[in-house]
């Protein structure tokens, strides 16, 4: 797929391939923008459209709703890291 996405920029001054899996932190932004907190996360998971197909890590919206505090909590933290190192999991590059 990359290959036809390639065919289709030639020529054009844009990112080539590989440009667009590298975890490489975004040195652009020059605004400070505060961490997303417990309650904004809380919001967003409340907030999941229900009874829509899980992706390749198998997990639907009720889960994240119904799990509670703790896994709120959870999510945060990996958000957090995620956000503080300005890299995503490789595995989150997959989609179906």
């Known amino acids: 797929m990359l290959n036809r996405w390639n065919e289709h920029f030639k020529g054009e001054k844009s990112a080539q391939p590989s440009e ?4 490489e932190p975004y040195d652009y932004i020059d605004e400070k923008i505060e961490e997303p ?8 998971i409340r907030n999941l459209k229900r009874m829509k197909t899980p992706g390749t890590d ?6 994240p709703q119904a799990a509670g505090p703790q896994m709120t909590q959870r ?12 890299r995503m999991p490789n595995e989150w590059n997959k989609s179906i």
Request: glycine residues 0%.
């Open 20 to 23: 667009f899996y590298e975890n």
């Open 37 to 44: 907190t417990l309650d904004e996360i809380h919001e967003i």
């Open 75 to 86: 999510i945060q933290n990996l958000i957090l890291n995620i956000w503080r190192s300005e």
């Open 58 to 63: 198998n997990i639907n919206a009720e889960l």
